[in-house]
């Protein structure tokens, strides 16, 4: 395709040049509706797809080479593309957020790029398992707060995540996850939801929802029609939903239809549902393949807009992700994802260099092209532009600066730090116990832990050392990183590891199938007597892959995770509650730091998904 000269394709006569200014965007506020109607009948059709795309910009390198330097402050060319391109949205990663002055000077020059009304700003600050903020109060994530059962919390970590957000400049959240993970080898969604019971997962959410809007940060649910029984990640494939649709109303669905009248919009999954809708597509290598629900008219429009009456704005997830990319031209599945009902497009163009902003004008060409001979596609076009305008008019989006000063009193603060605390030490369930727990502590200590990654164990021994000085006792500490899922270990090698160590700790991180070298570490700790806890760090069904396990313990997370880059973060406040339930020191009970509360908040089963081993609402007390 020729390439495009983003100011003469884009700059048109009759066009709304001028950013609005501040006074006339309040006027607006008064009269949404109206405004959004005007606006959009003076827009051309660039300024109006402008709306519906929201773009990242993770790395940025001018020349188009291999190395790329994050995206962390405002150059001339993203700048210039935001307005040549009319762009609405962007979306921040953890790549893009360094610490909380340069976050917020960033923000605020995005704004200032901005065309005409103020960017939606968005990020994943999920909390737990997906955060973005390098610096701030992740929050001990929804699996977590389900195990707490109590929806008051659940609304203080949705108040804080909104005190934040706003404070740096955010006004979008993509959160929260209402998916129902009854699944328990579902390889993305897992502690990112709430709960196996749909009602719990409603109930939550709803309280979320309502802490985060006390402040102006929008929300959306996430992934419709449902991503919690899939058994793929869609970063990589695409997966299907082989439910019955009865059964989808019954559990997906469910929690959508509690939620959706609060919050303020709704993401898609990358997912084939069959039952409600059994299109076939050819792919791009010839085979056929159903229709992911991003794509379908049938679940977005027919389901969702017409038959559930969702009025707030439709985003698909991210456009560059394998399910799609590996399966579907670029310009035609965002086509399609236009035509089947979304209002904003997320991602359209991994923005990098220079290179890139070219392949955006080549998708302005594109899509104004194919509205030219379609009127159905042109029109869809102009209602998710009014759409969009709309929600941000009526939602009061303003693109005002934000201080740093302000903002640097408000994020991770030690209140909302001590309350990340209190929350997870809530959450912490204990699974099994046979008289392992609380473990007496002696003047001095032996201690041996064992996990897959060197970071974890770092992790681990720092919490290890602040309860020694807690407790005012020593703790000797090795640590050994080893392949848990994996077998490699002897005998000999974990009784040479075991040597003198008095107790000991094995964290282990979503285990399946034959996790040979956790369980012979379990072995040889039983036949040598030694106490031993099973930590499951992430996921709490690892125990359902183990056997003769004495002492288990879920804590629903040790490590924050943004999947589309591999940028990983230590997540704390769950490692460090669920170190403080495992010990009583030499006083007694009187030296008892926390005691586990949760209870499971989904069912345990075995390997095969067949029989339950731990129902949810199960949870132990170690006195």
Known sequence: MKKIIPAIFLV??????????????????????????????????????GQMLMVDIRSWDEKSSETKTPFTEMNA?????????????????????INTPQTVELINNFQNARYNLPLFISTDQEGGYVTRLRVGTEMPGNMAL???????????????????????????????????????????????????????????????????HQYPVLTSLKHFPGHGNVASDTHFALPSVNTDKASWQQTELQPFVDVMPATDAIMTAHVVVPALDST?????????IGTPATLSKAILTDT???QLKFNGLILTDAMDMG????????????????????DIVLMPIGIKDNASIEQLGELYAYLQAEAEKDPVFKQRIEDSARRVIYTKLNKRISPAP?????????????????????ISEQAITLIKNEGVLPYPLKAQNSIMVFSDEGPRNELIKKHLNQIANELKVELNIKDQVVKLDQDQLTTAEIEQQLQDRQFVILATYNLKLNPANAQRIIDVANKKNIPLVVIATRNPYDIAYLSDVKANIAIYGITGFDVTNNVR?????NIRSGLRTLFQGPAGKEDILATPRGKLPVDIKTPDNKDVLYPRGYGLTAL
Not at 17 to 43: F, R
Not at 161 to 166: A, N, P
Not at 404 to 419: N, P, R
């Open 12 to 49: 048109s006569a009759g066009s709304y040049a001028a950013t609005i200014p501040e006074n006339q965007l309040k006027e607006m506020w008064l009269s949404p509706q109206n405004a959004a109607e005007k606006l959009v009948a003076n827009m051309s059709f660039a300024e109006k797809l």
């Open 77 to 97: 060319n993203v700048s210039k593309m935001i307005a040549d391109y009319h762009l609405g949205s962007v979306i921040l990663f953890r790549e893009n957020l």
């Open 146 to 212: 389900g195990a707490t059962g109590i929806a008051d919390l659940a609304k203080q970590a949705g108040n804080i995540h909104g005190y934040e957000l706003t404070s740096l400049g955010f006004n979008f959240n993509f959160g929260p996850v209402v998916d129902v993970n009854n699944n328990q080898n579902n390889p993305v969604i897992g502690v990112r939801s709430y709960s196996d019971d749909p009602i719990l997962v409603g109930k939550l959410a709803r309280s979320y929802i309502e802490g985060i």
């Open 280 to 288: 076939i597509l050819t792919n791009i290598k010839g085979e056929k």
């Open 304 to 306: 969702l807009r017409n």
């Open 323 to 342: 399910a799609i990319t590996g399966n579907f031209d670029r310009h035609w599945s965002i086509k399609q994802a236009i035509l089947a009902g979304n």
């Open 402 to 422: 934000h201080d740093a000063a302000k903002a640097e009193t408000i994020v991770a603060s030690k209140a909302h730090k001590d309350l990340e605390n209190a």
């Open 569 to 573: 973060n230590s997540l704390e406040t």
